[in-house]
């Protein structure tokens, strides 16, 4: 028997359920149960991209605890690079510059000696490598010079403080590794040396990529019967000590296991000693004279002295390609330091904190297009922090507003591909969020977060954003937030 009644309630939940966002709301907070975490802890806002010649709206569709202020991890590398595109500008390069005193560089042509220091003047190069320093070398081979007889002077002072606090405690356990890479404006291949550690059953072997004719590999290690796989080189003790022809020596202290082979990059050596050596291998490969290591010493360059050669890095919408699917912090934390070099200058005209600088230029900049700030920490730009603080809410307005910029793209390009590239490579990749979803992804050791864009089934762009911090926080929540990215797609 025909029920109109029964007939009217089916059409109108059938109509409720095809409603976007619908049964994401209604299972939200079980969804959140059922994953083990407890609804203060989980953060969440799913809103329509605002087309061209749309307002922007920034009422969610979807929102839990928008507002509440949490650690975002690398999710706030989002706000750094979007404030670098639209500041620093799509065309931006860091720069390094190698520096003579003209006169003296005039008689070096004659010569071949300079008698005068060579200043290296440091602009927050994010690209300084290697091969960066022996090309500008090259190029002052290349017009006669043969003999740096008053050695080079490292200028860093394009960022305050020239080098970070040496007491400062680290942020884990792991203060060698790459990702705990604290920037300078003379940031050499980021600190970063291969180190190979071989052992048998009776002796260790060292190695170093690239090979330094001034640095001499010596092991103090004590021979383990521990597994390999279970050894961790955070624990080793590091010691430079000077060589009698004024080379160095790193002495590692610690246990190895037997008949193992580890290979780690890490900053196994101190930021000048990294460059001395590097400096007087590249003079020595060029065939350059040298009686020992290349002298060193800090300092500013002169006003006039006259630059010799150049390094430039890649262009900013390239660097955000690695920033952001790589998650690397020490890239995102040298752009927010550029964008504290965009801070005026303090009333008695003295170079502010640079760190300090960036979070005021970075929170204006908010306020000057109406993006919320309330209880908003930038911190070091990199979200690699406990400090830092940044609503789902915030996160979003931010991402709507650069869709509707002509940087938008390079922004939302930046992003890892859901089972595709990135961080994101291997998540997401049996779903139908697959290759649909752009987002920036966040760690820490008590959290997680997703940031981006996701293109439903109608091809329709939404914001996504979804932040836990809780004990275990990673672990529980990651398998959520791809869970509602899932649901998105699916809109």
Known sequence: MFKPAVFVLALMLTGCASQPGLQLRH????????????????????????????????????????????????????????????????????????????????QAWQTGILTKPLYLRGKGDPDLDYAAVFTMLSELHNEGVRELRAGMVLDRSWFSPLLPDPAAAPFDESPRARYNYIPDALGLNQQMLQLQLR???????????????????????????????????????????????????????????????????????????????????????????????????????????????????????????????????????????????LAPASADQTQPDTVQAAEQFVLQWLA?????????????????????????SQLAALLQYAWQQPWGLDLASSLPRAGMDGTLQNRMRTTTARDSARLKTGTLRNGTGLAGYVFDRQNRPWIFVGLVNAEQGVAKGRLLLDQWVEQVSQF
């Open 368 to 392: 000057q297009r109406q993006l919320p700030t309330e209880g908003l920490v930038l911190d070091n730009g990199s979200g690699l922090s406990r400090l830092a603080r940044i609503s789902a």
């Open 199 to 341: 052992s048998d059953a009776n002796s260790v072997h060292l190695r170093s990529l690239p090979v330094l004719t001034d640095l001499t590999l010596q092991t103090e290690l004590q021979l383990t019967d521990a597994r390999c796989d279970q050894f961790n080189a955070d624990f080793l003790v590091l010691q430079e000590r000077k060589r009698p022809d004024g080379g160095i020596a790193l002495v590692l202290n610690g246990e190895f296991p037997r008949n193992c082979l580890h290979q780690e990059e890490a900053a196994w050596l101190s930021r000048d000693t990294l460059w001395q050596l590097t400096l007087s291998q590249a003079w020595r490969q060029l065939g350059g004279r040298l009686t020992g290591p290349v002298p060193i010493a800090s300092g500013q360059t002169p006003t006039d002295a006259v630059v010799v050669a150049q390094h430039f890095s890649r262009p900013l919408p390239q660097l955000l390609q690695q920033l952001n699917k790589n998650s690397d912090n020490g890239l995102a934390r040298t752009l927010a330091l550029q964008l504290g070099r």
């Open 27 to 106: 299972d939200l907070e079980q969804q959140i149960l059922a994953a083990g975490l407890q609804p203060d802890q989980v953060a969440l806002v799913v809103l329509p991209v605002a087309m061209a010649g749309q307002s922007a709206d920034n009422t969610p569709l979807v929102q839990h605890n928008a507002d509440l202020l949490l650690q975002p991890a690398s999710t706030l590398k989002l706000l750094t690079s979007a404030v670098a595109l639209d500041q620093l500008g799509p065309l931006w390069r860091g720069e390094t510059e190698l520096l003579a005193d003209a006169a003296d560089l005039a």
